[in-house]
């Protein structure tokens, strides 16, 4: 929803302004996540942490022309994932508080000239201009506006090889894996399979099947069958809580697609589909996308 130039993207930006408090958009932090053999990890890195470590990149941001050239002061991606601790070899997929997506390579990465700013000659980013945080590139990388990323929010390394979904109901707490939920699956649809807005014109591969659960199955397959409120928690955009009986429509909890599991460039590692085309009782309780991406959490009470 953040992509676009000079009078659309800035009316774009206004929208969405207005839409989400100052304090949704206000983080000086990003998480980094990193995979782990059996889950993941993941590392809150704030500006004290990343303003020792600041370059200045003078460039244009085609989104916005008629500024001219800017400097912009920010930490390179690169820089910012050693101090994460998280590897680099297989890409960053970086993801705004709008559930915006981008696939950043990682030869793209390594080169430097890829930066997460916070400052504009001398000034903090506005929400407007798509601040606190947001993805900048020096001109010779000659990236399309559609990858200049607003909002950021979490940065994934790579692809999570074995992601982990956390359940809660009832005071308890339990994680299931990709691997296990594999035996539970079975094939989609992929036509009918959202993904989210995004810029991946380099991401190495494409896919052709999905695999996914409707969710009532897979709560009850962990004795949760009762519930008034659930509430769904992403690594990245705003937690949704919704009622329980919306589970009675076949929603689908994505797991995987292709023989691996769900990248985030895709919405990853988990995603909630919601048939609005079919169901349209659901329009207006759920995300008008028809879908929920970078699902970490469901909580049920």
Known sequence: MNKGFNKKIVGMAVVLA??????????????????????????????????????VIETVD??????????FAGISVKQLFELAGAPVDKGVTVVGRDQYAEYIPPERVLRERVVLSWAMDGHGISRLGGGPLKIIYDASEKVHGSGYTWYVESMFSGTLENPGLIIEADNT??????????SQAWELDVTRVSIPSGFRHDFPGRFTTASGIPLKDLLGSCGITKGNR?????????????????????????????NAPLHPV????????????????????VPESGAFFFLKKISIN
Do not use: C, W
């Open 230 to 258: 659930i509430t769904l928690t992403p690594f990245a955009g705003p937690v949704i809580t919704m009622d329980m009986a919306l589970l009675d429509y076949p929603v689908v909890l994505v797991t995987a697609m292709g």
């Open 18 to 55: 207005v839409l989400l408090p100052f304090g949704a958009l206000a983080a000086t932090s990003v998480t980094i996540i990193r995979p782990e053999s059996r889950g993941e990890s993941s590392v809150v890195v704030g500006m004290e942490a990343m303003k020792p470590f600041a370059t």
């Open 62 to 71: 085609p989104n916005f022309r008629d500024n001219g050239r800017v400097k």
């Open 266 to 285: 895709f919405g990853g590692p988990f995603s909630i589909q919601f048939p609005l085309e079919a169901h349209p009782g659901l329009q207006g309780s």
């Open 173 to 182: 707490s339990q994680t299931l894996f990709q691997d296990s939920l594999a």
